[in-house]
């Protein structure tokens, strides 16, 4: 891409949630956006948005299960805006469940949506790119991707196999010296609408486990490592202390889940059995970037802040090792 020409990026999930706030971000640099999802009257809610934000928006109408609705998508979004810079794949369903009570289908869904889903978008993206020789894929992850909990089987399989891909992946385009790269960005606990439409069989309401972040912490973290050469980015500390955990004492994690992880997913009040879920069909409404957690969640990490200045951080180390060094010297 040369020195002032505007990005081309695609996102999928892009109505509402992380996807929501990732567009806003890259609007905001006059980015020109294929916006994908299910919703077409969210769509267009987002690509106003993004028109009102200094970019250019296509609204492409699409679920990512299905894989030539999204090479489709695809095709239509460098038809209109030339060669796709960055695709970003976001899009995903769960059920809130214990495991026995998820039906096949709804493991196939979750499946298709969350992990093929995915899938669909990174190979649409490598047909473009790899004869360019230059891309970047990032794949939108999770804490769950490496710690399974309670009440999300389906969801949490889903995410751990995107990681396995995205690993196969990784070393086939470092084998193939190619320029086109990918980077997992995995998430903590976010406030968006997924809480008010996933479907659930909780006896009460479902919420992200605390401690909660905004969308726009993850949408940062997206919009750098779409522009750094990372393989993988940690967002917030409860990403890092699940991924830690696990490696060091995954036995704990069991017992600690099974003792916290159920409360942890609900808040006090009853569920509305009656209510709609997107898992096979959208679930009308003004739904956009943020959940009913505002007054929970954070609006930044400092975890992220150390990630993406390490460098600078390292250099500030060593400068104070060195000056204590010398101050030592100083005083013998």
Not at 1 to 26: H, I, K, N, P, Y
Not at 36 to 42: G, T
Not at 76 to 98: H, L
Request: charged share 25%.
């Amino acid at each position: 891409m040369t020195e002032g020409q505007r990005e081309v990026v695609v996102v999928t999930g892009a109505s509402a949630g992380v996807g929501r706030a990732t567009v806003r971000l890259f609007a905001g640099e006059g980015a020109r956006i294929a916006l994908l999802a299910r919703d077409p009257a969210r769509l267009e809610a987002a690509a106003a948005e993004v028109r009102e934000l200094g970019g250019e928006a296509l609204v492409l109408p699409t679920d990512v299960a299905d894989a030539d609705g999204v090479e489709e998508a695809a095709a239509q979004t460098e038809e209109r805006f030339g060669p796709i810079d960055i695709w970003i794949n976001n899009a995903m369903t769960s059920v809130f469940a214990r495991t026995w009570d998820v039906r096949a289908e709804e493991f196939r869904r979750v499946t298709e949506v969350t992990y093929l889903g995915f899938v669909h978008g990174t190979l649409s993206a490598l047909r473009r790119m790899r004869p360019r020789d230059r891309g970047r894929i990032i794949q939108v992850g999770s804490a769950l991707a490496f710690r399974g909990i309670p009440l999300q089987a389906a969801y949490c399989a889903s995410k751990h196999a995107i990681q396995g891909f995205t690993e196969s992946l990784r070393c086939e385009l470092l084998e193939d010296r190619s320029g086109v790269s990918v980077c997992s960005v995995h998430m903590p606990a976010l406030n968006t609408p997924q809480f008010e439409w996933v479907r659930s069989r909780l006896p009460n309401r479902a919420q992200p486990v605390p401690p909660i972040f905004q969308p726009e912490v993850a949408a940062e973290a997206i919009h750098w490592a779409a522009h750094n050469q990372r393989t993988t980015v940690y967002v917030g500390m409860p990403t890092v202390k699940t991924v830690l955990g696990e490696r060091i004492a995954p036995w704990f994690l069991d017992h600690y889940l099974a003792r916290n992880g159920f409360d942890a997913q609900q808040t006090d009040e009853p569920a509305d059995a009656d209510r709609p879920d997107n898992l096979f069909d959208p679930v009308p409404g003004e739904f956009a970037a943020h959940g009913r957690f505002d007054h929970r969640a954070r609006d930044s990490s400092g975890q992220l802040w150390a990630t993406r200045n390490r460098r600078w951080l390292a250099l500030a180390g060593g400068a104070a090792a060195v000056a204590a060094g010398f101050m030592a010297a100083r005083d013998r």
